[in-house]
Structures are given as C-alpha cells and as structure tokens.
C-alpha cells in the first residue's frame, strides 16, 4: 500500500535548506522510524490533512496538548479574540491570575505558580528553585525520564547507585551533569543509597509520576509514596514532572490520579506543560507558597522571560481548562474507555498474529512496546524489538494512523476520538500486523 507522500518530499527537501534535518525538534524527523514524515496541513478533531491531502488519525496529539482534538472551538475563539487586543505586552494582564487560579482548581498543591514557555523552561526553573531553597547542589532524576533539555537534566542513564552523571548530548560539559544522580526508575533502593552517600546534598527528586518519554511506564505500587517518605525525612523537595501527565490523566494529574494530591502526601513542586497552553507556547512550574517566593521578585533565585505568561497562550490555556473542570467528569471516564479499547482490542489481534506485545496504559496515555516482557523501567524497555515497531509505525501510518515515531514514545487519546476511530485504528493494526509478517 502506497502512500502519496510526494508534496511533503518536496517540503522536506526545501526545510533541510533551512533547518537541521528539516525540522525544529528532533523527535519529528523520523529517525527512529525510517521514511519521510508527512508535512501537515491542517488538524481538526482527531485527524491530521498532510500537504498531498491524506488524511490519518492522530495518536500523538502534538505529542501531549492536545486532549480535547485539535482546533477545539472554544480554543480557537480565544485565541483569536485575544490576537485582536495584540499579542504581547511585556506587562501584567488578569488572564495570567484567571489561568493560574484555574489551575490551583485542578491541582490545590500549587498554592503558587508561574509561567513560562515550555516544558523545559518549567523543569529547569524548578531545578534551580529547588537548589535555591535548599542551598544543595544534587538532583535525583531517573533514567527513561525527560525533563526538557536543560544541560543539567540532560543526563541519561548512570547505572549503578553512586554513578556521577554522564551527559547525554555533546556540548553539555560533565561539571554541569556531575551533580545529576541518574538512577532506574521504580528502584527504591537506589534511591535510598544515594540519599545515605550524599547526606544533605541532595536538593530535589525530580520524576514523571507516569513515564511517557521512554514510552508509558506506571510508577509501583508504593514508588511515589516512598518518595514522598524519603524526600521528607532528608529535606529534599519532591517535584513531580507532570508536564505530559497533568490534565491528562485527571484533572489534577497524576497526584490527583495516584490520590496525592493535597496536605503530607502532595509534592513540593509540579512542573505543567503541554496542555495547560491548549496548544500554544506555555509550561508553568509551582508549589509550597513557602518555595516559590523564593524566586526573584520576592527571593533570591532568578527567572524571567519576556513572553512569560503570553497573552494568546494564557487565553488559549483558560478556554481549555475551564472546559476540562465543567466536564472532568465524564471527560475523564471517556478518555479512560476509548483508550481502553484502542490498547487493549490492538494487544488482541496482535496475539492472533503472533506478535508479543506489551501494552502499558494509564489512563489515555499507553504504548504497544515490542516485546513480550513487562516494561517497568527503561532498561526493560530497551528490550523492545524497535525494527519490528518501525515496520508497524510505516504500516500504520499507511493505513491512515500516525503513532508517535518512536518506540519510547507515548500515545495519547483525544475527546475527539470515537467508535469510528477505534475500529478505524482496530482495522489498521489487523491489516498492519497481516503485511508486517508476511
Ligand atoms: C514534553 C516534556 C517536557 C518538555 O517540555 P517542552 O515543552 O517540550 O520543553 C518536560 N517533561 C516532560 C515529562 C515532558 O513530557
């Protein structure tokens, strides 16, 4: 089955003039999966329009944001009504307090917050705060997990308890990693090596509460709560990373999902991204009041930005989240069971293919990893056959659905996703998985 993908050839042969790879984010290039990406056109509800007019269903989601499908009216009203007053003005506006009250809604840990414009900026500030605070140097992180790509978070896989973090890109020198403690997630015990060898010099622990970027990955039971103990105990601050899981797997994330959501159990600081901008530029990191004044105006640790708290964005944020706190309800229970049925009908015909699959899903976030072992951490993962997941990527996205292109990637379910879509993605995959092993 032939795909005409001939127009985003020549758009891709023109973005390489331009751009590295053609692209200005790694992870849309492809690399992992072989072939060209489509260029897109347009987005409406749960599909994509590439520039040679195919259509697909769309199970990345603009690899988070979007939960309620693209173009999400109410969204694109805002949006527009807010570029009518200008785009930016480097001054307060009320929007910022209205989206930041919104969000206290969802999450009552964040008594304080602030925006920012990405994900990445969210991490690294928080970090930084963090570090302020508590006048500490180290940071916990966990392997498989991504933070953004701050130097300091860029720090993959230090097996071993001890292990001083090695960088994961060129250009980021080892005495900014050397304080990143890189250990196996839903590994207690290494982390309660690492407090016991760096008595009161560890800041912060810093983790996904559901891992998507080494595809979905669920925390074990008692994983989170551990933390929560051992942070407390040696004076470390608890940060959640729930720029992919919050307002994804509740409306309070994954500390509302997992029921640690206020009081004791709630951590210090969470990081938002994705769609608390409802598709624009926006991230946010907040927490303890106590913490966060600490940052400049009011405190000793420095953060800025000049787009920070962007008008379009904030108004495209509040027309997203005022629609998932008047409909979480049945928001979330929908997500749930269309997930449900894509994961798990999938996993089925794949058994009477043949294929081993294992399918990690929480709530509308899941990934099909190949492989027949349980995926709990990421060198589980890693034991995925990737050529195998490659070969399904290409037949899928032939049959009009386009994966995320990479086996350590999360999938994400959209509102907009319906019957038509899951027998749609349900006949694909039959189809996909009968070409793949012929
Ligand atoms: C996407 C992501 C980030 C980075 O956000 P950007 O907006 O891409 O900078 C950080 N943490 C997690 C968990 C993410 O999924």
């Not at 994509?48 to 259509?55: F, P």
């Not at 979480?328 to 294929?355: Q, S």
Request: with cysteine; hydrophobic share 45%; net charge negative.
């Amino acid at each position: 089955m032939a795909l005409d993908l001939s127009q985003s050839q020549l758009l891709q042969q023109r973005a390489e003039k331009f751009l590295p790879g053609g692209v200005d984010s790694p992870v849309r290039a492809f690399r992992a999966v072989g072939g060209h990406p489509p260029f897109v056109a347009s987005a409406k509800g749960a599909y994509l329009t590439d520039a040679d007019g195919n259509r697909y269903i769309d199970m990345f989601g603009s690899w988070g944001p979007m939960l309620l499908g693209h173009a999400f009216p109410p969204a694109v009203e805002a949006i527009k009504a807010a570029a009518e007053l200008s785009a930016s003005f480097g001054a307060s506006t009320a929007a910022e307090a209205n989206l930041a009250e919104l969000v206290q809604r969802c999450f009552p840990s964040i008594e304080k917050m602030r925006f920012v414009s990405s994900g990445t900026e969210a991490c690294m500030s928080a970090i930084r705060l963090a570090r302020g605070f508590t006048g500490r140097p180290f940071v916990i992180k966990f392997e498989g997990c991504y933070h953004g790509h701050a130097d300091a978070l860029l720090v993959k896989a230090g097996s071993g308890v001890a292990t001083f973090g090695i960088p994961g890109s060129a250009g980021v020198p080892n005495e900014t990693a050397m304080h990143t403690l890189a250990l196996p997630y839903n590994d207690f015990a290494a982390v309660e090596a690492a407090f016991e060898s760096h008595p009161e010099q560890i800041a912060c622990v810093i983790l996904e509460p559901v891992v998507g970027n080494a595809g979905t990955i669920a925390p074990a039971p008692e994983f989170l709560a551990s933390l929560r103990r051992l942070t407390r105990k040696h004076g470390a601050l608890l940060i959640f990373d729930e720029v992919m899981t919050g307002f994804r797997l509740a409306a309070g994330g994954a500390q509302e999902y997992f029921g640690f959501a206020s009081g004791e159990d709630a951590p210090d600081l969470t990081t938002l991204g994705k769609i608390v901008g409802g598709g624009l530029p926006v991230g946010a990191f907040g927490g303890r009041a106590e913490v966060m004044d600490f940052l400049a105006p009011l405190g000793p640790v420095y953060q800025a930005g000049t787009l920070s708290g962007n008008p379009l964005a904030m108004a495209a944020g509040i027309a997203t989240i005022e629609h998932i706190l008047a409909h979480k309800g049945a928001l979330y229970a929908g997500l749930d069971e269309t997930t449900a049925e894509i994961a798990g009908e999938v996993a089925l015909v794949a058994a009477e293919h043949g294929v081993a699959l294992t399918t990690n899903r929480v709530g509308s976030m899941f990934t099909w990893f190949f492989t027949s072992e349980d995926v709990t951490d990421f060198a589980t993962a890693s034991k995925s056959d990737t050529a195998l997941f490659a070969k399904f990527h290409r037949a899928m996205l032939e049959r009009g659905v386009w994966l995320p292109p990479s086996q350590y990637e999360a999938a994400f379910v959209s509102a907009a996703h319906g019957q038509t879509e899951i027998d749609a993605i349900v006949a694909a995959a039959n189809g996909a998985f009968g070409a793949m092993l012929k």
